[in-house]
């Protein structure tokens, strides 16, 4: 996934950056790459082109790091725009996920039926498991 990503974007100023922020993401190091996931964030709103699909994966990132620091608010919001700017089936269902922890069951259900029409096997599951969604 972040092979294509970086191919796609090229060479920048702040393609060090956002490598920096992934492998320290990979570490688990949250509170470090929740920091540099958030320079990178601020470096690429503040371009004159919008953001795209790709930028999408890199919200989606930042949620994962908040979320290990329990900010499951903030979680929700990255993960909101990130499937704004691209349809990632993992966005879905991790947003799902933290819809039903923090109450919001109807949103919740919606974003795993996406997640599943997206192909995410997980959310299949999770479908069949705690809702009636495939006796219908």
Do not use: C
């Not at 371009?47 to 979320?67: Q, T, V």
């Not at 192909?119 to 219908?136: C, Q, V």
Request: proline share 2%; glycine share 4%; charged share 30%.
């Amino acid at each position: 996934m972040f092979d294509k990503f970086f191919k796609k974007k090229g060479e920048t100023k702040e393609t060090p950056l956002a490598i920096k922020a992934l492998a320290t993401l990979q570490q688990a190091n949250y509170p470090e790459a929740l920091k540099l996931l958030n320079e990178y964030i601020t470096l690429i709103e503040g371009f004159s082109k919008p953001l795209d699909s790709d930028d999408g994966i890199m919200y989606y990132n930042r949620s994962i790091a908040k979320e290990a620091l329990n900010d499951k608010i903030g979680a929700i919001s990255d993960l909101k725009k990130s499937v704004q700017l691209s349809e990632l089936h993992q966005a879905y269902f991790r947003l799902a996920d933290l819809q039903s922890q923090t109450g919001e069951q109807q949103e919740s259900i919606k974003n795993l039926v996406k997640a599943y029409e997206l192909g995410n096997s997980d959310a299949e599951e999770a479908l069949r498991k705690y809702t009636n969604y495939f006796n219908r």
